[in-house]
């Protein structure tokens, strides 16, 4: 775990793969920041070695792809840097506020962050929301809209730390693959800032989506094939090319974006962590992220315990909720072929699978598993009960709200938070079928009355 940082030891050299990312084989760039030494190190998920931060790039050597690294934090020198006192006074309003939690280097994000969109991501609402709240016999349910993104996700706030640590490293060319959210947040913070950028879809990505990218002007690759095609094949492109890689679960830093949203969860409720956090999950990494700024609130003590955190997944790609029902770890878990409404949490094989399992068992949580038809009766619902259009993931939230409070898991007096981590604007056509078709009318006040009539409005 996080909570106690040892000191890094070097790990024995054994056989090292191309593919692991080893800084020798990159061919550019200066080598990290000697700013940052609230960073200790990286730690691999799977066997636990330690790493400097210079040492590996991407994986552990000792599996391939599937070493995902954690980041380990010096939380003293963590503490001597930041405190809720000092956060009270402090005008900047993104994810840039929580600096010294982070893995870059505070110049760069100056220089990048203080002129551009790259300095507002994050620092999103949270809407009380008491109607839902009253609908659902609870007295206390937020909504965090992270579809107020500047490109309409939560995906920004791990593309936000993409882009510094590309110009940091002296990479030319940033790259990803991604269902679609997490490639526009790279686009449109890559276009803020001038920066070379190239993106693998799959061909089958929302149109929205891929519109996005076109717009802010990446050079986008449809692949003809899944995602999990698409993160193979930019996997293989980005060493031959000499590009950074910034896919999820695979650059260690992504985590370290999404857990931004953790801290602001807790400071926008007076440092009051709430009791359950409800998260749409498919690959793993944002539950991962939220758990992993969870657990570094409380090794600084800004909070006092873990609020639960449920993960909903699509009843057609819910892997996780199976693994979890059955008791399997990470690494035990099967490739199953998976489909939904909700494209950006379809995942056969949830490439953060050990960190999503590990932040909800880590936190006395649970894994919902929630249909088409809830997740698209959700789209309204949220919409109408709050005010957040919310894409069809982030509306499988709400729906899995619904669902744990008919279950009996949600307990009148907790108090819950639904991430909703996109805009409804990201796929129009399934919010077009969760709703009637608008009445017609010539223009003409005879025609306005009879529409109204007939649509029961006084
Ligand atoms: C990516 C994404 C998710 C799921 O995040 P994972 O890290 O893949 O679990 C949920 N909602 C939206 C809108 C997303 O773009
Ligand atoms: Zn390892």
Known sequence: MIDSPRAIRSPRTGSVRGRSGLYHDQPVGKRGNSTMKQMLGLRCTLCGAEYEVHQVQYVCPHHGDDGILDVVYDYDEVARQISPHQLRDNPTASIWRYL???????????????????????????????????????????????????????????????????????????TTASTGNAAAALAGLCAAVSQPNVIFVPRTAPPAKIAQLLVYGATVLLVDGTYDDAFELCLRAAPEFGWYNRN????????????????????????????????????????????????????????????????????????????????????????????????????????????????????????????????????PALAQGCGVFAEPAAAAAYAGLVKAVAQGWVGADERVVVLATGSGLKDVSTAMR?????????????????????MGVA
């Not at 002129?115 to 709240?133: E, K």
């Not at 659902?136 to 349910?141: E, S, T």
């Not at 857990?259 to 749409?280: H, M, N, S």
């Not at 969760?434 to 007939?454: C, F, K, N, T, W």
Request: proline share 7%; net charge neutral.
């Open 100 to 174: 010294p939690f982070l893995p870059v280097d505070p110049d760069m994000v100056r220089i990048l962050a203080s002129d551009s969109s790259l300095g507002s991501v994050g620092w999103t609402p949270l809407y009380p929301a008491p109607r839902l709240a009253t609908a659902l016999g609870l007295r206390h349910l937020w909504v965090k809209d992270d579809g107020r993104q500047p490109t309409a996700s939560f995906k920004d706030r791990a593309s936000a730390i993409a882009v510094v640590k590309t110009r940091e490293l002296g990479y030319p060319v940033v």
């Open 434 to 454: 969760s709703v009637g078709q608008p009445a017609i009318v010539a223009p003409d006040l005879e025609e306005v009355r009879r529409a109204m009539s007939a």
């Open 248 to 379: 999820t679960a695979y650059n260690p830093y992504m985590t370290e974006g999404k857990k931004t949203a953790a801290y602001e969860i807790c400071e926008q409720l007076g440092w009051q962590a709430p009791d359950r956090i409800f998260v749409p999950v498919g690959d793993g990494c944002i539950i991962g992220g939220m758990h992993k700024g969870l657990r570094d609130l409380l090794a600084v003590g800004w909070i006092d315990r873990l609020p639960k955190l449920m993960g909903v997944q699509a009843a057609g790609s819910s892997p996780l909720v199976d693994a979890w029902e059955r008791g399997l770890e990470g690494w035990q878990m099967e490739p199953v072929k998976a489909h939904s409404v909700a494209d950006s949490i379809v995942a056969g094989l949830p490439r953060d699978r050990v960190k999503a399992l590990r932040a909800v068992r880590d936190t006395g949580g649970a894994f919902v598993r929630v249909s088409d038809e809830e997740i698209i009766a959700a789209i």
